[in-house]
């Protein structure tokens, strides 16, 4: 058990349920937990000013159907169910989706025979699924070429930021309460509650709830409670096309990923706005927060060379790691992943757009988490790697968190 400092909390700080991170996730979390328990004390805690400032707020916008994850894992449960989930919330609450569809784009040999695999995990996982020859890709995209693709008519866009205002001002309109700028320092739990002292006083609660994201190790660390992996920022940087090139594509267009790596490769996305994004690349990020295009952090850097699962890590993707740092500093590079299914694509459309942050849990033997993590200690619940397809499946995952907390409460 951590030990906190005595200091009482006052009695407008004392909750039943703390849900620390105001995401999509926890924000999803605490909505669905107010509205199942309507009597109960519920407040998130948030450190930044407004709500879906870090890996909510910062991605693609894409509503994911489950292509790529394993069947029977979480990953794959949770973004199918999510996608449904999203969807409806949407439409009771009148937030603009678009179901496009995506078309994942074969160029070679090798990606033919992994799309074939891509293809029966779709049907393993029970997901509408077709299969485009040549010329039927050519027929739906003119300006895409490839060998065949997949398509996948349930995928959609969406603003996540725009949810996450709904849920916010659904979850404060039915009493609970979101406190931003206020931000966690220290953690303690004894056997009726846990103390949560934060830069604006301290807070009590029955039950924790923490959705960190990029923090999701150092909040269990408040804790002591035993984990095996650490957080490693990639940053994810998109460039956005000239507007002349909005009709470019009339899907989603992905290429075929590396089965090893959980980065899906620089794909064109429609956003809700009608523009269209390139990217994310996924290049090793020396701050967790760093949104710049440099970055750098003290504390985030020696934790990770201290890590011997980050070094691990490097051993295994050097040659990965070389190449992604290359395409972010040479346009050129990055234009190319991008030529391969799309050659009408010049440098000069290439135009700035912010970068994000991927939150990778990494074992301390160098495995990449591929699924969704959690931990537990007697009161408290943490989510401990929940990168793409979070946003996603974020209501599933919420109505998951509510599940395990009851059999603690």
């Not at 979480?74 to 199918?80: G, N």
């Not at 160029?107 to 077709?130: G, I, W, Y």
């Not at 830069?199 to 609660?205: D, E, L, N, P």
């Not at 490693?232 to 009339?250: A, C, D, K, M, T």
Request: positive net charge; hydrophobic residues 35%; charged residues 20%.
């Amino acid at each position: 058990m951590s030990s906190l400092t005595p200091q009482s909390s006052s009695p407008d700080h004392q909750y039943d349920i703390v849900i620390i991170g105001a995401g999509i996730v926890g924000l999803s979390t605490a909505w669905q937990m107010k509205n199942k328990y309507p009597d109960k004390r519920i407040a998130v805690l948030e450190k930044e000013s407004s709500v879906a400032l870090h890996q909510t707020g910062h991605n693609s916008g894409v509503i994911h159907a489950g292509v790529y994850y394993a069947p029977g894992s979480l990953k794959a449960k949770f973004c199918k169910e999510g996608a449904a989930a999203t969807k409806s919330f949407c439409q009771q609450h009148n937030i603009p989706f678009e179901e496009c569809g995506k078309l994942l784009v074969a160029t070679d040999e090798l990606e033919l025979q992994r799309m074939d695999a891509l293809f029966e995990r779709c049907k393993t996982n029970d997901l509408e699924v077709h299969y485009l020859s040549q010329k039927e890709l050519n027929e739906r995209e003119p300006n895409v070429v490839g060998k065949g693709a997949l398509f996948v008519p349930s995928t959609g866009i969406v603003n996540y930021k725009r949810v996450c205002e709904k849920l916010a001002e659904l979850l404060t309109n039915q009493g609970g309460n979101i406190h931003l700028a206020t931000t966690v320092t220290h953690l303690a739990e004894d056997a009726s509650n846990v103390m949560i002292e934060t830069t604006r006083g301290v807070f009590k609660a029955k039950y924790l709830v923490s959705c960190g994201g990029l923090m999701a190790d150092r909040l269990t660390k408040m804790l002591n409670i035993p984990t095996d992996f650490q957080i490693v920022p990639f940053r994810g940087e998109y460039y956005r096309l000239s507007p002349h090139h909005n009709q470019i594509v009339n899907h989603l267009i992905y290429p075929i990923p590396d089965p090893e790596l959980p980065f899906l490769g620089v794909h064109l996305t429609r956003m809700i706005d009608g523009s269209v994004t390139v990217g994310p690349n996924a290049v090793q990020g020396w701050k967790r927060e760093g949104y710049g295009r440099i970055n750098f952090d003290v504390k985030d850097v020696t934790d990770m060379l201290r890590f011997k699962g980050y070094w691990r890590l490097l051993k295994n993707y050097w040659k990965v790691g070389i190449k992604e740092t290359y395409n972010s500093w040479c346009k050129d590079g990055y234009l190319k992943e991008v030529k391969k299914y799309c050659p009408m694509v010049q440098r000069s459309d290439l135009e700035p757009y912010p970068a994000g942050i991927r939150a990778q849990a990494v074992l301390r033997d160098g495995k990449l988490v591929h699924d969704f993590l959690f931990a537990q200690s007697p009161r408290t619940l943490h989510v401990c790697n929940a990168p793409s397809p979070a946003a996603t499946s974020a209501f599933p995952i919420g109505a998951y968190i509510i599940a395990k907390l009851e059999e603690q409460m």
